[in-house]
């Protein structure tokens, strides 16, 4: 099945969704707090399990804040991630070269973490830190309001969970009260660069009929 046409300036559900990159390279530039409060509200009006709520939304500007958690973030790529770039293949979708720029955009946006003019750090009350399928099925959808959101209003934005590595630290110096849990930092900003089709591998390799591996003949 082909790739409908992409609209970049249209305000489309599917045109946003199909445009919504990552944007790594964002310019420090101020974003006015009415546009972060538009971001925050879409974020609010995403689903939780039994539409509990137990989620919070942390807008940080501070920038000696930001900074202390870009040293953990750092380590983490030097570490534990960079290495793990320079020896994997490409995703579906991509190629060696378009992966190579990838790998350029997270060097850069981990080198200017702290210069995006606005983090949101999304949060979820309690809970115990042990690995589920569970955990974080009630940020995500909030975290993923906030990437259309931004990407609607020509923001640039990029889901990030790599502080993680460091919890301990970074939630240290996020200044996290015990009883919550960070799931994700958002920076926010202007882009640099243009929003684009996402490369992503093809229906077909990814949906089945009834059960795992059985041929749905509509993907042709
Ligand atoms: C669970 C998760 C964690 C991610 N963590 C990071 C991160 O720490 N740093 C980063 O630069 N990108 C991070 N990303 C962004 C992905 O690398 C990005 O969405 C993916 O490469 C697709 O990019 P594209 O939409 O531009 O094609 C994360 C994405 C997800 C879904």
């Known amino acids: 099945m082909a790739d409908a046409p992409i ?3 249209s305000q489309n559900i599917f045109d946003i969704m199909h445009t919504m990159r990552a ?3 964002l310019k420090p530039d101020p974003v006015p707090d009415e546009l972060v ?3 925050l509200h879409a974020a609010t ?3 939780t399990g039994g539409n509990n709520q137990p989620w919070h939304f942390v807008v940080v500007k501070d920038m000696e804040m930001k900074k202390k958690v870009q040293v953990w973030y750092k380590k ?5 991630i960079g290495p793990r770039y320079a020896t994997s293949a490409p995703p579906p979708g991509s190629d060696a070269e378009k992966y190579h720029r990838q790998h350029l955009a997270v060097e850069y946006l981990t080198d200017h973490f702290h210069e995006a003019p606005v983090w949101i750090v999304c949060c979820l009350k309690g809970g115990d830190s042990l690995p ?4 974080g099925a009630s940020i995500y959808p909030a975290v993923q309001n906030i990437l259309l959101a931004s990407r609607a209003l020509g923001l640039g934005a990029n889901l990030t969970t790599r502080h993680l590595i460091f919890a301990e630290e970074t939630e240290k110096a996020l200044e996290i009260p015990k009883g919550w849990l960070t799931y994700a930092i958002i920076p926010i900003g202007w882009p640099m660069g243009n929003f684009g089709p996402v ?5 077909k390799d990814f949906v089945s009929l009834d ?3 059985q041929k749905w003949d509509v993907l042709g």
Not at 76 to 80: I, M, S
Not at 199 to 203: F, M, N, P, Y
């Open 7 to 9: 609209d970049l300036n």
């Open 23 to 25: 944007m790594r390279r």
């Open 37 to 39: 409060l538009k971001i």
């Open 45 to 47: 009006r995403a689903p």
């Open 76 to 80: 983490a790529l030097d570490e534990v």
């Open 132 to 135: 589920s399928r569970m955990a």
């Open 199 to 203: 490369g992503r591998g093809e229906l």
């Open 211 to 213: 059960r795992i591996g």
